[in-house]
């Protein structure tokens, strides 16, 4: 990573001479939470292995998850979460990492219910509560601030790229970045739930390390296994780092 002195916003990117673009990266703004979550629904989750689910169901909670609606405003009240604007494109969001900050309370526990009901039938299962439940299987015992003894620790909730950019280093940049936001807050250690294997392949890079593992074939869900056949992506994984 680069020196934490080095970090200031907006950070114009450098491009390829060939790329009529013109990229900058700057704090995401409370007012740029409902456009962040738009790009979210056309860039993030349909490529995330469980939300391929989606394809099968036409429920309004599939198409338009407000949990995570309501995690995305939540998350830009606080400087943390990036975005990157092509001035070229009508500054349009291209690129952006979601972050927060999180710390060690006196009691450090996740409260997560599964509901979606048994079925073996996808158009019948609840994709927003079958994602829950990964979550909480992933989750399920591992303490970060334990385990690199901090109080202070940022979880990368989502990291998404515009395919129209893809193959230019945005999402390894937006994580190099937000590992540099966290250590310039003195946070402990970073971490992510890393469903799908675009996301690990950064992380893996920039030296984060496999906490647990959730492989999607064996995946029990209320005694089925509704994961077994999704596309492309075999393994969540958690993954965290020290700072």
């Not at 994602?131 to 909730?157: C, P, Q």
């Not at 029990?220 to 999704?230: H, K, T």
Request: charged share 25%.
């Amino acid at each position: 990573m680069e020196e934490q002195s080095t970090l200031t916003f907006p950070l114009q990117l450098e491009q390829a001479v060939d790329r009529q673009q013109t990229l900058t990266v700057d704090i995401a703004q409370p007012d740029d939470g409902q456009e962040i979550f738009e790009f979210l629904l056309q860039h993030f989750f349909p490529l995330a292995p469980i939300r391929q689910l989606a394809l099968y169901d036409e429920s309004e909670e599939a198409k338009r998850p407000e949990w995570i609606e309501d995690i995305v405003l939540d998350c830009v009240q606080t400087p943390y979460s990036l975005v990157v604007r092509d001035s070229c494109l009508h500054n349009q969001i291209v690129a952006v990492a979601i972050n927060e900050f999180q710390k060690r309370t006196l009691s450090d526990v996740t409260n997560h219910q599964l509901y979606a009901p048994k079925s073996n039938n996808p158009a019948q299962i609840g994709v927003g509560r079958l994602h829950k439940s990964v979550l909480e299987a992933i989750n399920r015992d591992v303490d970060v601030f334990a385990i690199y003894e901090t109080e202070t620790k940022m979880e990368i909730g989502a990291l998404a790229v515009d395919g129209r950019y893809g193959r230019q280093g945005l999402a390894t940049k937006l994580v190099d970045l937000s590992l540099r936001i966290a250590k310039a807050h003195g946070v402990g250690a970073v971490w992510t739930e890393a469903l799908s294997a675009y996301t690990a392949k950064v992380a893996f890079k920039l030296g984060f390390e496999v906490l647990k593992s959730v492989t999607y074939e064996d995946f029990r869900y209320e005694g089925d296994l509704p994961l077994a056949n999704i596309p492309g992506h075999s393994v969540g994984l958690l993954m965290a780092r020290k700072i």
